[in-house]
């Protein structure tokens, strides 16, 4: 089968006017896009960096929902406000409350979404501080983030919606307060681009050393999971307009990092969900590997060795197919046995096969006697050969952001909206509160950028 391309356009295909330019190429960019496209906006998509997609390609676990079909073909009988009350409690109580509330309420449908647009999300995984399996990913269990971009840019390539990459927007044009426009750096000079509403869907600021020193100098030695293009831009784009920025010392460190390579790879939640553990330089478990990232990631610094090993065998490797990458660009140890496992990572042989004894023990009696972790057990670390996956901490996500409301609109420092200006992403605040559950960032991406393409042709349709 042939590998899917994507060709951006040409600069000359730039028109001077759209309904609708959407700054960003991720998940919520090109949801937002197709969906605003199906309800006959004219849309633009101007992506700054020449690769499309952003830090949507790095996702690995899964999208939640709760409700959903595919739930209900696994026999899981979920609810909305269990899912509700598991994301709050994960954010600290501090999550913004109407926007998780449309979040959830609208969970599902996005999966239903999704699959009338070919994308496909079948199976099911678990993640940190959730009770049922809610995140969804593809039956290859292939990374959801890299198939849900290629899966979008399929049906924008189908709806020729114009993709520009290598467009960097520089400024936000005004009229009468009303966001009427862009001006976008080319590879031809600066272009004025015309639009009756700007999408700002450019994702977070994870992969910026400034803002990050100056919301939280103590994270600002940190490795970071982002893609390099991470740096805030459209949080600098709607401050210069306005725009109220909103809990932006909220930073997420990511427990599972592997930072030891010149590049940082995240180590995907699921890894944990598929029955993964966490062991020190004892070989001992320390945590319960699915608590809130926030718990896992202090729990790792405070073993002060160097972070803490990952543990799995092949039959996890069997239901998480990203360690298939993991292994291929070299982050992955083998061992043929447990011992020769912990000689190869440097950790306690007697200390890893006692605990590996004990976990599947608890495993087959469904009680974790020592973490009380009641989750990621469907299976044991029972089937050579086994494998070792050394961890760290890493920033990996930026809770805050642009303040705006459940309808996507920017709101300024006084709480009112600035016309014509969205957002939405990881570029908003809000959501997630203190802490991001794992798999509602893609979850996010897709209700929220659907959200903005539907509210964005309300506002083209009134002519405001």
Known sequence: ???????????????DQYDLVVVGSGGTGL?????????????????KNKGLGGNTNRASSGMNASESLVQ???????????????????????????????????SAIAIS???EHD???????????????????????????????????????????????EFKVTELLQDNGAIDGVKVATSEGEKAVKAKAVLLASGGFGASKDIIKKYRPDLADYKTTNQEGATGDGLKLAEKVGAQLMQMNFIQVHPTAQTDTDHTFLIGEGVRGEGAILVNKAGKRFVNELNTRKIVSNAITALNEDGAY???????????????????????EHGDSLEDLAKKIGVDAAGLKATVAKW??????????????????????????????????????????????????????NGNVIRGLFAAGEVSGGLHGNNRIGGNSIAETVIFGRQAGMQIARLVREGK
């Open 310 to 332: 990952l543990i799995l065998d092949q039959g996890i490797r069997d239901h998480f197919k990203a360690i298939e990458f993991y292994d291929h660009v070299g982050l992955v």
């Open 113 to 115: 979404w999704l699959m």
């Open 119 to 165: 994308i496909e999300l079948t199976d099911l995984t678990i993640t940190g501080g959730m009770s049922k399996k809610r995140a969804h990913r593809p039956a290859s269990m292939a990374p959801v983030g890299g198939y849900l971009v290629t899966g979008l840019l399929k049906q924008i390539q189908k709806e020729e919606i114009p993709v520009f990459n």
């Open 360 to 413: 599947n023990e608890d495993v087959e009696k469904g009680d974790d006697t020592e973490f009380g972790r009641t989750t990621g057990m469907d299976r044991g670390i029972t089937t050579g050969p086994y494998f070792a996956i050394h961890v760290h901490p890493a920033i990996h996500y930026t809770m805050g952001g642009i303040h705006i409301n459940p309808e996507t609109e920017v709101l300024d420092g």
């Open 72 to 106: 209900l073909n696994e026999g899981i009988i979920d609810n909305k406000e269990d899912f509700y009350k598991e994301t709050l409690k994960g954010g600290g109580l501090l999550n913004d409350r109407d926007m998780l509330r449309y979040f959830v309420d609208h």
């Open 31 to 47: 949801t937002a896009a197709l969906q605003a496209h199906e309800l006959d906006l004219k849309v633009a998509v101007f992506e």
């Open 1 to 15: 089968m042939n590998k899917f391309v994507f060709t951006p356009n040409k600069i000359d295909e730039l028109k």
